[in-house]
Nanobody
Framework: QVQLVESGGGLVQAGGSLRLSCAASGSIFSPNIMGWYRQAPGKQRELVATITSGGNTNYADSVKGRFTISGDNAKNTLYLQMNSLKPEDTAVYYC???????????WGQGTQVTVSS
C-alpha cells in the first residue's frame, strides 16, 4: 500500500524560497503521475504541478517560471522547489500519486506553506 508524507512547509517572506518533499513508501508502479496540489482557505484544491513516470512535467500558469517539480527515483521522493514566493501561494500543499493501470489515487496529509507580505 502506497503512503505519501510531505515535509518542508513553513513560514517565509514574499520573494523567498521553500522546497517541499514528498516521501513515498510502498510500491509505486509505472506508469504513474505524481503531483503537487494546494488548497487555500475558502478555496477549492487546485493543481500546482505534475510529473509523469516518463518525466513530462506540467505547471499551473500561476506558478510557471517560479516552481519546479522533480523526482528522485532512488529515494522514492518527489520535490517541489518554490522560488519567488507570493502571499497568494499561501495554502496547504498536498502530494498525490495516480497509478495509471489500477486507477488508484493516493494523497498525502498536506504541509502548510505561509508567505507573508
Amino acid at each position: 500500500q502506497v503512503q505519501l508524507v510531505e515535509s518542508g512547509g513553513g513560514l517565509v517572506q514574499a520573494g523567498g524560497s521553500l522546497r517541499l518533499s514528498c516521501a513515498a513508501s510502498g510500491s509505486i508502479f509505472s506508469p504513474n503521475i505524481m503531483g503537487w496540489y494546494r488548497q487555500a482557505p475558502g478555496k477549492q484544491r487546485e493543481l500546482v504541478a505534475t510529473i509523469t513516470s516518463g518525466g513530462n512535467t506540467n505547471y499551473a500558469d500561476s506558478v510557471k517560471g517560479r516552481f519546479t517539480i522533480s523526482g528522485d527515483n532512488a529515494k522514492n521522493t518527489l520535490y517541489l522547489q518554490m522560488n519567488s514566493l507570493k502571499p497568494e501561494d499561501t495554502a496547504v500543499y498536498y502530494c498525490r500519486v495516480t497509478l495509471l493501470y489500477s486507477g488508484v489515487i493516493v494523497w498525502g496529509q498536506g504541509t502548510q506553506v505561509t508567505v507573508s507580505s
